[in-house]
């Protein structure tokens, strides 16, 4: 029996909770299968009939938009023998034919076609054996997430402080609706999610990691840059003070990097999903958001900012999937069982339900594992 209590304190974390593949099975049916999921954009399925793929942990899930608007995320699994119904990642259909026999799906999840279907008598329930509905999807200001439970909070509830952000990052765009540069950039390393769940608010990295891009008059030393547990798992560094983020993409503004539990990343002109793959495996998706109402050449400039920071050869996220590779090559000095989260540990204010940091505090951090706990644990059934 994992012993949740002991291998989550506030301040501290064992060292197995991101390498023992015990841990990792167990948060994928807890973390996962118990709490919403971004699933994706109502951008990337805009009109009837679009879908795209997607993951719920490490299931394979259909995000589909069927004839009369509704959005539905379907497990992407035939329901003869288990095969998968779609391959391609994005696309615009009213069905799903299944490549090994032939059933056909509606986009809906309703199976439609049966093929040589004389074989099967009254006791097949054609109505009851289409591809199976995640029982709860909503979104929120077009972020759809979805829950494989039941029993969750309204997903605006869920988002607590988290929502602020997501609006003000939508309001950016003319009309408050984004949308997306063509393609998705795909990323991996050999180490845990939460490896990247943690850095996309850590602001106590970039001095080191990035510093050969961090401007010489830093502003980071300026104490109005915070760190906000919004509650719920969700965190951000906030430099909101300095201003909105620059619609050009570059450093020039404020602006905020948040995290949404257990698999959103927020952040400057990007939106990503963290895919965990196996314990010390991770994939990492982002689509580069396009506002609408920008004249083209600031459009453009945001884009290849964008590629110069977190693109593939990057001068940003390269670096930071380096330091995951070390983290778990670090691990194997096992010998030294915890990790320490406890910077401003006692220094941290509260605002409202939020708990705020400095900028270099592991704040939003200690709130990611308040909620991961709870849910590993399952006190959120309690
Ligand atoms: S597995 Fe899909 S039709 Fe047989
Ligand atoms: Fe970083």
């Known amino acids: 029996m994992l012993d949740f209590d002991t291998l989550v ?66 497990l992407n699994r035939c329901r003869h023998r288990g095969t998968q119904v779609c391959q391609d990642e994005f696309g615009n259909s009213s069905f799903f034919r299944c490549a090994y026999h032939g059933w056909t799906y509606e986009n809906n999840g309703d199976l439609t076609g049966v093929t040589f279907s004389d074989a099967y008598d009254e006791t097949f329930e054609k109505e009851k054996m289409g591809l199976l ?32 952000f997501i609006n003000e990052f939508s309001d950016l765009s003319l009309g408050g609706e984004f949308d997306f540069f063509e393609g998705t950039q795909k990323t991996g390393y050999d180490g845990n999610w939460k490896f990247s769940m943690e850095n996309g608010m850590d602001g106590y990295h970039p001095d080191f990691v990035h510093r050969s891009v961090i401007p010489k008059s830093t502003r980071v030393n300026d104490s109005r840059a915070l760190t906000r547990d919004l509650g719920n798992g969700h965190g951000v560094i906030d430099s909101r003070a300095f201003g909105p983020p620059a619609l050009d993409g570059s450093d020039d503004g404020g602006g905020y990097y948040m995290t949404v539990f257990p698999n959103l990343v927020v952040l400057k002109s990007q939106v990503r999903i963290i895919r965990p793959v196996s314990v010390n495996r991770t994939e990492v998706y982002t689509r580069v958001v396009h506002l609408r109402g ?36 670090g691990f194997e000095a ?36 308040r909620q991961w706990k709870k849910l590993t644990s399952g006190t959120d059934k309690e």
Request: no cysteine.
């Open 9 to 74: 304190q506030e301040g501290r974390v064992h060292a197995s909770v991101y390498s023992d593949p015990a841990i990792f099975e167990h948060e994928m049916k807890t973390v996962f299968e118990r709490s919403w999921v971004y699933i994706g954009h109502e951008a990337e399925v805009a009109h009837a009939g679009d879908y795209k793929r997607a993951t719920m942990g490490r299931q394979p899930v259909i995000l589909t938009r069927d004839k009369g608007d509704n959005l539905h995320v379907l």
């Open 133 to 164: 509905r995640v029982p709860r999807v909503a979104s929120y200001r077009g972020f759809v997430f979805a829950s494989l439970e039941v029993n969750v909070s309204e997903l605006s509830d869920y988002l607590a402080g988290a929502a602020e």
């Open 294 to 329: 920008l004249e083209d050449d600031i459009s453009k400039t945001r884009l290849r900012n964008h590629q110069i920071g977190f693109g593939p050869a990057g001068s940003i996220s390269p670096d930071d999937y380096e330091m995951f590779r070390r983290n778990r090559e």
């Open 334 to 369: 096992h010998s030294v069982d915890w990790v320490t989260l406890m910077r401003g540990l006692h220094s941290e204010e509260i605002e409202g339900n939020q708990r705020i940091g400095g900028l270099r505090d592991e704040t939003p951090q200690r709130g990611f594992w």
